[in-house]
């Protein structure tokens, strides 16, 4: 037996497996623009002895997505503020004034996720940071990707949901609050975020599907 040659087929091998591992690794992330026609961000807040629901319709921002490993995942979302919709003109202007976003001067919110916890198969809970009415502080948003799959177009797509609940006192938006952080419009806030991500190519355009 050729020990000799034996050896240098293992060495050549090995160094196939060490240079192919790197674009192994890499090719494990993922990255999606999110479609802004098919996002939202919806909310509900008590008014009085009611709630009522509204959406920002403009959302924007990249999702990195490892889904071998989940928790190398990251987002980096924007909301632009403007785009609040309760239904009601008057109210929206309102929403959109000093009394609450003043979107003059604080015209977006962004959300930057700094970690991932895998909480199950195709869930788990995003920490990051959630800056909006110019402050800036943690938010955990617990997620689900609901899925992946070809477009009918020749694209790639995936599909994300994510809920939270913030007290929009800690932002400085405190209008109509009374000490207790009571009032006709309440405090706390839920969050009910849908996100349809289009996958990109290594040339950051559209993926185009074989």
Known sequence: MNYRRILFIAVFIAGIFAL??????????????????????NFKIRHLFSKVSGTFSDLSGTIWL?????????????????????????????LRSEDFFHVDKY?????????????????????????MHGVTRALKLPFKILGFGPDPWGGYRSGFEAT????????????????KGGGAVGDEVEINV????????????????Q
């Open 20 to 41: 192919l591992l790197p674009l192994t690794v890499q090719a494990e992330v993922e990255t999606y623009t999110i479609d802004k026609v098919h996002s939202m961000a």
């Open 66 to 94: 490892d889904k071998g490993n989940l928790e190398a995942s990251r987002v980096d979302a924007t909301i632009k503020v403007y785009s609040i919709d309760t239904n009601h003109e008057k109210r929206d202007k309102h």
């Open 107 to 131: 015209p977006i919110m962004r959300f930057v996720s700094t970690s991932v916890e895998v909480a199950g198969e195709n869930e788990g809970v995003m920490t990051g940071e959630l800056t």
């Open 164 to 179: 939270t609940v913030l007290k929009r006192s800690d932002y400085g938006i405190d209008y109509g609050l009374d000490e």
């Open 194 to 209: 849908m996100i349809e991500g289009i996958k990109l190519g290594p040339d950051g355009a559209p993926f185009r599907v």
